[in-house]
């Protein structure tokens, strides 16, 4: 199944760094009864994620949130560790939550995997970005080479609130 508008999220569990370690979050504890901004990148620190796709996120979080946004969320198919660093060194205001999806299980259950073996990262995520209202997909931007942001960015999803 490739999601689309209208689509319910599946359930799903993601993990996330706490000061107690490594915990889990479901879809329902990240989208039920909220309005999230969700952003996936193929790869932590990789080069478009990491100096296109995430600033674009930052520079347009306070507006978005403006604008009703209760979450802003950046998922990829990293371990929690790397999140938690990437995190770290790039949401200086605290903005965003940073979900690992590990196994890329959500991934998979909405049909956004690609296969990156042949630069060697295995599967990874589709780049996009999602408004989710209380776990149902009201806008959907699927980029359509993940070597580029154009149509999934912060800039993007700002101008769609």
Sequence with gaps: MTIKV??????????????DGVQTKTTDDIFKGKKVALFAVPGAYTG??????????????YA???????????ISVNDAFVMNAWK???????????LADGNADFTKA??????????GLGIRSKRYSMLVEDGVVKTFNLEPNPG????????????QL
Excluded: W, Y
């Design 6 to 19: 209208g689509d319910s999220l599946p359930g799903a569990t993601f993990r996330v760094m706490t000061e």
């Design 48 to 61: 478009t994620c990491h100096k296109m796709h995430l600033p674009s996120i930052f520079l347009n979080a």
């Design 148 to 159: 580029k942001v154009e149509v999934s960015g912060g800039d993007t999803l700002l101008g």
């Design 88 to 98: 770290r060194d790039t949401d200086q205001r605290d903005e965003a939550i940073f």
């Design 110 to 119: 909405i049909g956004m995997e690609m296969d990156g073996s042949g630069f």
């Design 64 to 74: 978005m949130k403006d604008k009703g946004i209760d979450t802003v969320a950046i």
